[in-house]
């Protein structure tokens, strides 16, 4: 009876224990989080419940299971599988902690500070500092599962003895990937691109969705993604048009005939940025830039808060400035002259020459636009 109770007893107090526990310390941090609604850290902890009684599980069976008298053909694989357990799931406990203070460090700080920039710049700081911490915690916990094998640790001293040769073969090999490391390092300190910034890069618009270690993910304004090494962004040149204030300047450009009303357009472009409520009223203007034979280029400057109101301001003028010159002024648009050219000086209107000196007979036709 008493090697029946036994094992009962260790197994089902250590998991009842740690049940109680983890219910105990669940209903702390809830009653935390409801008292302190202005910080997001005792909520946060709340996610590391499940690796928290792992960890309690795992240690009390790991230091009671002796006193179980189970299975004791089986006691060294079953203590060596419990070390196991309680080294990953403290490891997992370890990550979910640093996440909580990391999350609720830049919570803190963009609710301080109103500047959207610096707090995209932090944003993108903290995801590569939980990233590297994550790795961190990683490697260091397979190296302590590792070592709790004997075998391992007496290849230990050949691995050490060898570690400088291998340590330059690996160099070299992760050449690419140790370069895109450090660019993403670069990236997140040097400020130089953050996760929401609007880029151009190779020509595709788009804002920056993510950035880890050693890739981009770029969000294209039709949805698609653009994932590109971290490496390009400190190798290229590429536009960023959050750098700095997100207020941007945009321009739009026409052709039209060269009898257009110039000062009308003006006029109308007032009118037309007055009724666009992605407009800020910063400034706005309307200036002829070019000339051809046939048309004159006509640009207009307006002003936006951001890249995606820049936007918006850009195809509302002109889409209502062709619509309004089609309907007040058709005869602004581009036309294709098929009048005869205007005779010399001194000539007859009912006859020219030809090349070869010969007379021909020339007829004027109207100036007509198609």
Not at 52 to 61: D, F, P, S
Not at 157 to 184: E, K, P
Request: charged share 20%.
């Amino acid at each position: 009876m008493e090697n029946l109770l036994r094992p009962v007893i260790v197994v089902g107090g250590s998991v009842m224990l740690t049940v109680l526990i983890g219910w105990a310390t669940d209903r702390l941090l809830s009653k935390a989080d409801r008292r302190h609604p202005e910080t997001p850290m005792w909520g946060l902890l709340r996610r590391g419940r499940i690796p928290y009684q792992l960890v309690l599980c795992a240690a009390m069976l790991r230091g009671s299971y002796d006193e179980a008298q189970l299975l004791d053909d089986h006691k060294v694989a079953i203590g060596r599988s419990l070390t196991l357990v309680l080294i990953g799931s403290a490891a997992w406990l370890v990550i979910r902690i640093a996440g909580a203070v990391v999350e609720t460090s830049y919570s803190r700080y963009a609710r301080m500070h109103r500047d959207a920039a610096r707090v995209r710049r932090v944003r993108t700081q903290v995801s590569l500092i939980m990233r590297v911490v994550s790795a961190v915690v990683g490697v260091v916990a397979a190296a302590s599962m590792l070592l709790t094998f004997p075998a391992m640790r007496a290849a230990g001293a050949s691995l050490l003895a060898s570690a400088g040769i291998l340590g330059i073969v690996a160099g070299v090999a992760a050449q690419s990937t140790l370069s895109n490391m450090f660019a993403g390092l670069q990236i997140a300190f040097g400020d130089m691109v953050r996760i929401g910034d609007t880029v151009v890069v190779d020509g595709e618009w788009g804002t920056v969705e993510e950035i880890t270690l050693t890739f981009l993910t770029v969000r294209t304004w039709d949805e698609r993604r653009i994932t590109m090494p971290v490496s390009y962004f400190t190798s290229k040149p590429f536009e960023n048009w959050s750098r700095g204030t997100p207020q941007m300047t945009g321009i739009v450009y026409w052709h039209v005939d060269h009898a257009a009303p110039v000062e009308a357009m003006r006029e109308k472009l007032r009118d037309i940025l007055r009724e666009c409520p992605a407009w800020d009223g910063r400034a706005c203007g309307l200036d002829v830039t070019d000339t051809t034979p046939n048309t004159i280029q006509v640009r207009a400057l307006v002003t936006a808060k951001d890249a995606d109101d820049i936007w918006t301001v850009r195809v509302a003028v002109r889409e209502q400035m062709i619509r309004w010159l089609s309907k007040e002024h058709p005869y602004a648009l581009p036309r294709v002259n098929t009048a005869d050219a205007a005779l010399l000086p001194g000539r007859l209107p009912s006859q020219s020459t030809s090349p070869d000196g010969a007379p021909r007979r020339v007829h004027e036709t109207p100036r007509t636009g198609h």
